[in-house]
Structure formats: structure tokens, C-alpha cells
């Protein structure tokens, strides 16, 4: 069966700093895999996507970058964090039916 | 571009039924979706409908779905206090890599 690991699930960083989040899915290949943030509140935003090895879109402008150095890993990347990147990251894939699964989230803190 | 609507809050009393309502923009989407986030959790997918369907069941969950007005309900039978949760209308559509667009979710509050 299919599943997607994420880590680390919390993480304090300061300003300045960087940052590596981790995504693996296993049980599966050539997934369309995602990272989507949600700020304080409710809203979930698509941060990027990337349908295969090496190819990353961008959805907004921001002060992050994604890369996908294998079929099932995506990793989101800062040089330099900001107090606006604090959020719940999610990680999620879908493969051709269609249907997304997510991650169990990393809650970064900026501080 | 795609918009999802949800209203933000929604009470019950335990035993009852929610109804909790989503419109979408985006004539082209291909799957809807209805997620359920506990505090501090992830996306629990809960129930999806192909957009060519206009009801799904499943246990207490029904799912109706109106083309014409592009409009998504949830319908939670026996409303539990284990209910409690917000949950998400996403939308997905095929273009570019299957991006979900989602509401901004909606938080049931089941009361005893």
C-alpha cells in the first residue's frame, strides 16, 4: 500500500536560519507530489508541484524552493527563514486517478 | 482562477445531522473532495466525488454535488462529538500536474 512519510512534524527555527523539510512516498511511482502551506487560520495554499524528477513549479512568489532529486522524495528548502514563513507545511501526492493523500504535516515555528 | 467558498462555522447538537456547504468556480474540475483536519493534524481525505456524479454514500457521510450551481454539500448523519473538526472542500483539476484548490474550511463544533 501507498504511504507518504514527512518529517521532522515540529520544528523551531530562528530567523535567518535555514530549512529542509522532508517528503517520501512509498508503494508507488511517478507520483505528482506537492507542498502546500497553511498560515495561521484555516486557508491551505499550493506552494509548488512537481510531476516528475527535477521539475518544480512555482505556484506564488515566496522565500522557498522545492527540489525533487528522486521519483518519491521533495524536499522544501530556505536559505534564510523569515517570521512569515511560519505555517503548517503539507505534503501531499496524487497519481493518475486522481486522488490526493496527504502527509501528516511539520509545524514550523520562525522565531 | 478556481475559487472554493465554505462558511467558516457550523454547531450541532450530538445526535443531529450537519450539512456543511461548499460552491466552486472552476467549471473544469475533474474529482471534489472533502477533507477533515483535527487540531494539530494533518488532511484525513474523508469522501471525494467524480464530478460527473451528483450523490455519493458512504456510512454516515452523503455527498451531494450540484453541477449547475457548482455547488458541494456534506452531510454528517448521527453528528458524534468526534465530529468535531474543521473540514476542507477541495476541488482538483486536471491542468497542469492535478493542482486541489481549497475552501477555507469550515469548523463543526458538536455540542452535548
Known amino acids: 500500500s501507498q504511504t507518504i512519510h514527512q518529517w521532522p512534524a515540529t520544528l523551531v527555527q530562528p530567523v535567518g536560519s535555514p530549512l529542509s523539510l522532508e517528503c517520501t512516498v512509498e508503494g508507488t511511482s511517478n507520483p505528482n507530489l506537492y507542498w502546500y502551506r497553511q498560515a495561521a487560520g484555516r486557508g491551505l495554499q499550493l506552494l509548488f508541484y512537481s510531476v516528475g524528477i527535477g521539475q518544480i513549479s512555482s505556484e506564488v512568489p515566496q522565500n522557498l524552493s522545492a527540489s525533487r532529486p528522486q521519483d518519491r522524495q521533495f524536499i522544501l528548502s530556505s536559505k534564510k527563514l523569515l517570521l512569515s514563513d511560519s505555517g503548517f507545511y503539507l505534503c501531499?501526492?496524487?497519481?493518475?486517478?486522481?486522488?490526493?493523500?496527504f502527509g501528516s504535516g511539520t509545524r514550523l515555528t520562525v522565531v | 482562477g478556481e475559487d472554493v467558498e465554505q462558511s467558516l462555522f457550523l454547531s450541532v447538537r450530538e445526535g443531529d445531522s450537519s450539512v456543511i456547504n461548499c460552491t466552486y468556480t472552476?467549471?473544469?474540475?475533474?474529482?471534489l473532495y472533502w477533507y477533515k483536519q483535527e487540531p494539530g493534524a494533518g488532511l484525513q481525505l474523508l469522501t471525494y466525488?467524480?464530478?460527473?456524479?451528483d450523490m455519493k454514500q458512504d456510512q454516515r457521510l452523503t455527498v451531494l454535488l450540484n453541477k449547475k450551481d457548482k455547488h458541494l454539500s456534506l452531510r454528517i448523519a448521527d453528528t458524534q462529538t468526534g465530529d468535531s473538526a474543521i473540514y476542507f472542500c477541495?476541488?482538483?483539476?486536471?491542468?497542469?500536474?492535478?493542482?486541489?484548490?481549497f475552501g477555507t474550511g469550515t469548523q463543526l463544533k458538536v455540542e452535548l
Open positions: 472552476d467549471s473544469s474540475s475533474t474529482y
Open positions: 501531499a501526492w496524487t497519481d493518475r486517478t486522481g486522488i490526493f493523500t
Open positions: 477541495a476541488e482538483g483539476s486536471k491542468g497542469g500536474g492535478n493542482k486541489l484548490t
Open positions: 466525488i467524480f464530478s460527473n456524479m
